[in-house]
């Protein structure tokens, strides 16, 4: 006799048995109910909509800059926007969904400053339930970006509102009207006030046809009518026959100040941020390389703001760098590393493990700083790469070693010798490109030299000692120039 198998063996019995029959009677109504229960509180989670609580801001930043403004909200989950902007007078309007107004954001109105480049005010307030309106009273007409950053390092969601004016100056002019040295925060650690050697240069009208750039076989030339042109007495320690290597043209030379804004860079144990140092060592070399005759600076930032790697090397290329130095200042998991340090682009690979972890961290800098991925070219960076050639290299070696050579002298080496990794910052493919390691923040004592200004402008001379040794043995004229 065949037998079928029960579905469940508890209500199903070969043998007729009156209790079983009611003890399974029982544990079906049990289990029916708990099926109509279950099903009750999933149609209750579906019709029945979730309180969601509003996102909370922790902090407000504001960076002022001639670049740019960036204002940033950091808070603790990611938010919505929509933003226009308003004519008659200049606005920007910004209202933020899923957000409740709290003291914090309230900061922000306290915190635009009165010579902010592009913000007049800020006005915040509860425009409806969940929703909190921003309206930047704008100084002039402004070109916004609006974008949020992933957490990232001690950064939780990031909202940042980046506003560019809406007609970018002519980056020469800029350099040019630039030309004296300016302390920001501390006029009793910075270097006097030294005069620009080429004042006529510096007082150029913007539209003074006297001073012109000219291309001439892919070579940048500035041509100065000569009644312009200063002529200084030569110093001992630059020949007149090796200052003739300039031809009479300007140098131009850019010094790029690592990190800036919301990225810090490295932290010594003592407080002091890396941003800060190579800011005030940037500032050091530019009014020294300025004394000297035929040469001109650019720095891709001259306060605390943060540019983009690729924009930095887009600066130098549109002022046409003949040099391209980035200034920075080392950390290590190990604070007993020290020692100065300089580096030059490698297509091959890194020279050491070390210069490799060194390139990443340094390449982290968009992450932190915060890069609009839209705007951003994610291809340049592997572009400029293949672009750049064995010339650019061999030159940038060769600026290298002069200027370890020179620093040498006022503090030990990390390593004997020039580094190589993949930094992106020194891939502009037309330009001889080193980043500087000026000692370990990261190392209590070279903290200390790091923040005393005599350390800084020894370090500000010996790299300019370098600069004038490689000019005096590469001519800008005479080697190879690539567009």
């Not at 708990?34 to 930043?61: D, E, H, N, W, Y």
Request: proline share 7%; glycine share 4%.
């Amino acid at each position: 006799m065949s037998r079928i198998t029960p579905i469940c063996p508890e209500s199903v019995s070969t043998e007729f048995n009156p209790d079983a029959t009611a003890a399974s009677a029982t544990r079906l109504a049990k289990t029916r109910r708990t099926f109509i229960k279950a099903g009750g509180t999933l149609l209750l989670s579906v019709f029945v909509p979730q309180v969601s609580q509003a996102a909370k801001i922790l902090a407000v930043r504001v960076w002022p800059a001639e670049d740019y403004t960036r204002v940033t909200l950091e808070n603790d989950s990611e938010l919505v926007t929509n933003y226009f902007t308003v004519k008659n007078p200049e606005r920007l309007v910004v209202d933020i969904e899923g957000l409740e107004l709290n003291p914090t954001l309230k900061e922000l109105v306290a915190k635009i400053q009165s010579n902010d480049p592009y913000i007049k005010q800020v006005r915040v307030g509860q425009n409806k339930p969940n929703v909190v309106r921003l309206v930047f009273d704008l100084k002039e007409e402004v070109s916004p970006q609006v974008f949020t950053l992933q957490p990232v390092g001690t950064y939780k969601h990031r909202l940042v509102f980046d506003l560019y004016p809406a007609s970018a100056p002519d980056p020469i002019m800029a350099m040019i009207e630039k030309g004296e040295w300016q302390s920001d925060n501390k006029p009793t650690q910075v270097a006097p006030t030294i005069p620009n050697v080429n004042p006529p240069l510096a007082n150029v009208p913007k539209h003074d046809t006297s001073t012109t750039i000219a291309r001439n076989d892919s070579k940048a030339e500035a041509k100065i009518d000569p009644k312009f042109e200063p002529k200084p007495e030569p110093k001992a320690d630059f020949p007149p026959q090796e200052k003739s290597a300039s031809n009479g043209r300007m140098i131009t030379i850019a010094i790029d100040p690592g990190h800036g804004g919301e990225d810090p860079g490295a932290t010594g144990r003592g407080g002091n941020r890396e941003k800060d140092v190579v800011l005030s060592i940037a500032k050091r070399l530019k009014a020294k390389i300025e004394q000297q005759p035929n040469m001109r600076v650019m720095l891709t930032r001259d306060a605390d703001f943060f540019v983009p790697l690729n924009v930095r090397v887009q600066k130098a290329r549109a002022v046409q760098a003949d040099l391209f130095m980035s200034v920075h200042a080392d950390a290590f998991v190990n604070s007993s590393a020290q020692g100065s340090s300089v580096f030059v682009l490698s297509d091959k690979g890194a020279s050491s493990a070390a210069a490799r972890w060194l390139a990443d961290n340094e390449n982290a800098a968009d992450l932190i700083g915060g890069v609009n991925i839209k705007s951003h070219d994610k291809q340049l960076a592997s572009v400029l790469l293949d672009l750049s050639t064995t010339a650019q290299i061999n030159d940038s070696l060769k600026l290298g070693k002069v200027v370890l050579s020179e620093i040498s002298g006022i503090n030990k080496l990390h390593k004997g010798s020039v580094e190589q990794a993949g930094f992106a910052v020194l891939k502009a493919p037309d330009i001889p490109s080193i980043l500087i390691e000026t000692a370990f923040i990261s190392n209590p004592e070279e903290e200390a030299k790091l923040t005393d200004d005599a350390y800084q402008d020894q370090m500000a001379e010996a790299i300019l000692k370098g600069v004038k040794k490689y000019f005096s043995r590469n001519p800008p004229l005479a080697k190879s120039r690539f567009t």
